[in-house]
């Protein structure tokens, strides 16, 4: 029963930095692991990055792996993606799952709840 609103997506030229915050209504957002996973034009949807129930360091596709970082925010129901040194190919919609799960997954099916997503578009 989560609710997910992602924001902070906007436009950027390649190098640059944003930070996307997925913000979650419900009592019980303490209770769920939140994943990233962003959608380009035409492609599939793909994980980026995943926070456990608890916070602490999160797990992330190779692809963002040291320009991204996730944090969780639990007292203010809000997860948050700060993505540096953006790449043309980052450009996607990006949209914050939760599962209520203790164990890390980059699986979709394990996701429970989504955002609507918010556009991220890195210019070259």
């Known amino acids: 029963q989560v609710q997910l609103v992602e924001s902070g997506g906007g436009l950027v030229q390649a190098g640059g930095s944003l930070r996307l915050s997925c913000a979650a209504s419900?009592?019980?957002?303490?209770?769920?692991?939140i994943s990233w996973f962003r959608q380009a034009p035409g492609k599939e949807r793909e994980f980026v990055v995943h926070?456990?129930?608890?916070?602490?360091?999160?797990y992330y596709a190779d692809s963002v792996k040291g320009r991204f970082t996730i944090s969780r925010d639990n007292a203010k129901n809000t997860v948050y993606l700060q993505m540096n040194s953006l790449k043309p190919e980052d450009t996607a919609v990006y949209y914050c799952a939760a599962a209520n799960t203790p164990y890390r997954s980059i699986r979709e099916a394990s996701y429970d709840y989504w955002g609507q997503g918010t556009q991220v578009t890195v210019s070259p």
């Open positions: 419900g009592r019980t957002f303490s209770s769920y692991a």
């Open positions: 926070i456990s129930r608890s916070g602490g360091n999160g």
